[in-house]
T-cell receptor, first 114, second 114 residues
Framework: AQSVTQLDSHVSVSEGTPVLLRCNYS??????LFWYVQHPNKGLQLLLK??????LVKGINGFEAEFKKSETSFHLTKPSAHMSDAAEYFC????????????FGKGTRLHILP | EAGVAQSPRYKIIEKRQSVAFWCNPI?????LYWYQQILGQGPKLLIQ????????DSQLPKDRFSAERLKGVDSTLKIQPAKLEDSAVYLC????????????FGEGSWLTVV
């Protein structure tokens, strides 16, 4: 069955230091994978998506993620955190062969320390 | 391109009252989703439509929740009677083609049941 595990519910980093948000998935097919960001009281915004092209995906605001099939991971990174990055981040898996079912991880709250 | 529109943005009702939320997806998008997001949790799929047919409503509490997508365009989600635990954000999302396409989310309808 499909599943998504975000390994950390909270991550705190200092401004200017690297960000790593971890995501592991389980899928029977070749999935498409997404990272969404949700700022307080706002809707979900797409950061980036993997759809079987390049395994290293670049997104908005300096974020990128690498699809590693052998590790079933899709971790989100950013070289240098900014205060405006403080938000909730969701890893999402979509299985094209399973009625287009979309599964969300539980989310990771990113805190940026001044 | 206009985004996914939702209304109302905010609603406060007493328990046992009814409420309805409306969603207008991006023009031409065949797939429409309703998610429930309780504070501090990831979104949970309530119902998925493909055009005007239901693909998945396995997590929809059918004794109190109903949804329809007449003519395969906009959709309405209704709760009757509401319970305290229904307090959440109700997110509507749409997608053009299943599998690989980006999922676009509305800003959400915030429900407080008192």
């Amino acid at each position: 069955a499909q599943s998504v595990t975000q390994l950390d519910s909270h991550v705190s980093v200092s401004e200017g230091t690297p960000v790593l948000l971890r995501c592991n998935y389980s899928s029977s097919y070749s999935p498409s994978l997404f990272w969404y960001v949700q700022h307080p009281n706002k809707g979900l915004q797409l950061l980036l998506k993997y759809t079987s092209a390049a395994t290293l995906v670049k997104g908005i605001n300096g974020f990128e993620a690498e699809f590693k099939k052998s590790e079933t991971s899709f971790h989100l990174t950013k070289p240098s955190a900014h205060m405006s990055d403080a938000a909730e981040y969701f890893c999402v898996v979509s299985d094209p062969g399973r009625d287009d079912k979309i599964i969300f991880g539980k989310g990771t709250r990113l805190h940026i320390l001044p | 391109e206009a985004g996914v529109a939702q209304s109302p943005r905010y609603k406060i009702i007493e328990k046992r009252q009814s409420v309805a939320f409306w969603c207008n997806p991006i023009s031409g998008h065949a797939t429409l989703y309703w998610y429930q997001q309780i504070l501090g949790q990831g979104p949970k799929l309530l119902i998925q439509f493909q055009n005007n047919g239901v693909v998945d409503d396995s997590q929809l509490p059918k004794d109190r929740f109903s949804a329809e997508r007449l003519k395969g365009v906009d959709s309405t989600l209704k709760i009757q009677p509401a319970k305290l635990e229904d307090s959440a954000v109700y997110l509507c999302a749409s997608r053009d083609h299943p599998g690989w396409d980006t999922i676009y989310f509305g800003e959400g309808s915030w429900l407080t049941v008192v």
